[in-house]
């Protein structure tokens, strides 16, 4: 690595540039006009000495070379996200195709630049850049003193690695589902969490991962970990899980030799009412194949979503969650205690059972006890937490 001349402290004032290219005089040309502007410039010849450089530093600006030997620019700006999800980067090639535009594009490049590249027109993108940085600062804390961290994350390399940061801090938490009548636990829900800070609730995994088209890779490893602690669970008590709907057309969820096949007939697969099911002609039949290694189907959330009958042909449930938006103060409101009075006598016509969820009150477990809810869960007996949370009636 070849670092610049000593800088000024107004040229720190202006930020730090980290440069990457391995045409050594050129490199050298580019960061001449760049400390010129008041930058302090650090130099790179290859993608690992510029990952060197960031993980002792942070820059303002990285400016990189495409095409460079052992890691290529594109490479070079994957790693970057893994430590900066804002650094803009501004990527120069000698030899422009479509193909290296577009994943500079995709990869959160803020400018892609032909050479030879004035001195000037480089300046005046590494000034906006830096200013752009700024903002992304600004931006950053605004987000997170709102509580919206999972906004933060925009480009494809940012995705990239946010989700492989929540892969590799992926946990199971639980819920207890209880016995109306018996005040028993009969069941717990798998809540997935992770600890990446980019991912602070399951919609924003999921978020991410369909924007990546990772839907799969996600759920496969969510019933994996589930799996993982299904031996430490009470004796007789089921397990509830969640599928995207996407997961009905991954193949690897029918295997008798995938992880939760073995314990089939004590889950029950919820499928979300929030998320559009794919009304593909062989759903029912899919269905009907997990039913067969004796799983159990579970319509999620009612009354949050798309549904309507739609949902109940396609899925022929054994168990209707109602939402918690129908539970929270149903004491207090006579339309919702009529509807769900109405659900839960259609759905116990059906041969359905009905979980009411987002209890947090003695007053709310009443009234949908008296309405008629065969099982209940929500905050008012525990909260979510590692296998398996105590309960309190």
Same mark, same amino acid.
Request: with cysteine; hydrophobic share 45%.
């Given at each position: ?21 391995? $045409? ?30 960031? =993980? @002792? ?12 030997? $052992?890691?290529?620019?594109? *490479? ?64 950053? $804390?605004?987000?997170?003193? !709102?509580?919206?961290? *999972? ?11 946010? !989700? ?62 589930? =799996? ?14 969640? +599928? ?7 193949? *690897? ?36 194949? +997990? ?13 949050? @979503? ?32 009529? !509807? ?31 309405? @008629? =809810? ?20």
């Amino acid at each position: 690595m070849m670092g610049s001349d000593a800088t000024t402290p107004a040229a720190r004032k202006q930020g730090r540039v980290l440069l990457v290219d391995d $045409e050594h005089a050129l490199r050298r040309a580019y960061a001449r006009a760049i400390e010129a502007a008041g930058f302090e410039v650090e130099q790179a010849s290859t993608g690992q000495q510029a990952l060197a450089a960031l =993980a @002792g530093k942070d820059f303002d600006v990285i400016v990189t070379d495409i095409t460079m030997p $052992e890691m290529t620019g594109i *490479e070079l700006v994957r790693a970057v996200r893994e430590r900066d999800l804002d650094v803009p980067v501004i990527m120069v090639t000698g030899s422009p195709t479509v193909e290296s535009a577009t994943s500079a594009v995709e990869y959160g490049a803020l400018r892609y630049l032909v050479k030879p590249i004035e001195g000037k027109v480089l300046v005046e993108n590494v000034e906006r850049a830096a200013k752009l940085r700024r903002v992304a600062r600004l931006k950053r $804390e605004a987000v997170e003193y !709102l509580g919206a961290a *999972e906004k933060l994350v925009g480009d494809q390399a940012g995705l990239e690695a946010s !989700l492989a940061r929540g892969m590799q801090t992926l946990w199971m938490a639980y819920q207890p589902i209880l016995d109306a009548a018996t005040r028993r636990v009969v069941a717990y829900e798998a809540l997935v969490r992770t600890r990446e800070p980019t991912i602070p609730h399951p919609g924003a995994l999921f978020s991410i991962a369909e924007r990546l088209d990772r839907v799969a890779e996600v759920g496969r490893a969510i019933r994996a970990h589930v =799996a993982a602690t299904l031996s430490e669970r009470p004796p007789e008590v089921d397990i509830f899980i969640n +599928l995207h709907p996407t997961d009905l057309l991954d193949e *690897e969820l029918f295997s008798t030799s995938a992880p939760l096949s073995a314990f089939a007939r004590q889950i029950v697969l919820e499928v979300t009412e929030r998320v559009a099911l794919d009304h593909r002609s062989d759903v029912p039949a899919r269905i009907e194949r +997990l039913r067969n290694l004796g799983f159990r189907i579970a319509i999620d959330d009612l009354g949050a @979503g798309y549904a309507g009958l739609s949902y109940f042909a396609l899925l022929t449930p054994d168990v209707v969650k109602l939402d918690i938006s129908l539970v929270r103060n149903i004491h207090q409101e006579k339309i919702k205690q009529k !509807l769900v009075g109405s659900f839960t006598s259609l759905c116990r016509e059906l041969g359905m059972s009905v979980v009411a969820e987002g209890i947090e009150t003695a007053e709310e477990r009443e009234t949908v006890v008296a309405l @008629g =809810a065969d099982l209940l869960q929500g905050y008012l007996f525990a909260k979510p937490g590692p296998p398996f949370p105590e309960v309190q009636w």
